[in-house]
Structures are given as structure tokens and as C-alpha cells.
């Protein structure tokens, strides 16, 4: 079963930084478009950003730009996050995506077959 692993969530301070990381299992996540979405408490599931196949690529939701950063390291098989200027209204769940079916072009691809179980992000001082 094709999985993808997160990690890097924890407690941050308003203004803090954290960087998510997405690293895949038993498949190759050079030839997968990936997203981040995000799901806070009593919220709907918000996608947060995606990275084309090549990480030439990128979205970013109106919330998180300028702010967050998306990126690729195919040789380590992982995606990273980095998120700057952490705000109490970032705390929430951060799931990884992963598509081989769709691509990043003009949006996110509207469809991934490969999540994962999520890292928790707590912005509270």
C-alpha cells in the first residue's frame, strides 16, 4: 500500500517557524504532484499549497502566501514545508497528498489517491 509519512508538527509560538516534512513509502514521489492541506477544529479540510512534479510549480492559498513555503528534494523522496510567521489561526492538522494521476498546472490538481495520517501544529503562546 503506497503511503506517505508526515513529520515536523509540534508547538510553535505566535511568530515562530516550523518546517513539515512528507516523505514517502514504497514508491518513487518524483513522479507524484503533492499537496498540503490543513484541518482545524470544527473546520473544513483547506488545501494550504501543491508542487508540480518537478517543483517548477507552485499554489499557495490567499491564507498562507507570503508566509509558507512548498519545495521538493526528489533524491531524498521528500516534500517539505516551511512555515514562517506562524499564527494561532495555522494551528491545525497538516496532511500530505500525493497524485500521479493529476499534475500542478494553472491550479492543484483536484483529485489524490495517497494521504497521509497527518502532523498536529499547535501556534499558541
Not at 499537496?35 to 470544527?42: E, H, I, L
Request: with cysteine; charged share 15%.
Amino acid at each position: 500500500q503506497l503511503q506517505v509519512v508526515e513529520s515536523g508538527g509540534g508547538l510553535v509560538q505566535p511568530g515562530g517557524s516550523l518546517r513539515l516534512s512528507c516523505k514517502a513509502s514504497r514508491f518513487t514521489l518524483q513522479y507524484y504532484a503533492i499537496a498540503w492541506f490543513r484541518q482545524a477544529p470544527g473546520k473544513e479540510r483547506e488545501e494550504v499549497s501543491c508542487i508540480s512534479t518537478s517543483g517548477g510549480i507552485t499554489h499557495y492559498a490567499d491564507s498562507v502566501k507570503g508566509r509558507f513555503t512548498i519545495s521538493r528534494d526528489n533524491p531524498s523522496n521528500t516534500v517539505f514545508l516551511q512555515m514562517n510567521s506562524l499564527k494561532p489561526g495555522d494551528t491545525a492538522i497538516y496532511y500530505c497528498a500525493a497524485t500521479a494521476i493529476g499534475e500542478v498546472a494553472e491550479s492543484c490538481p483536484s483529485y489524490f489517491e495517497v494521504w497521509g495520517q497527518g502532523t498536529l501544529v499547535t501556534v499558541s503562546s
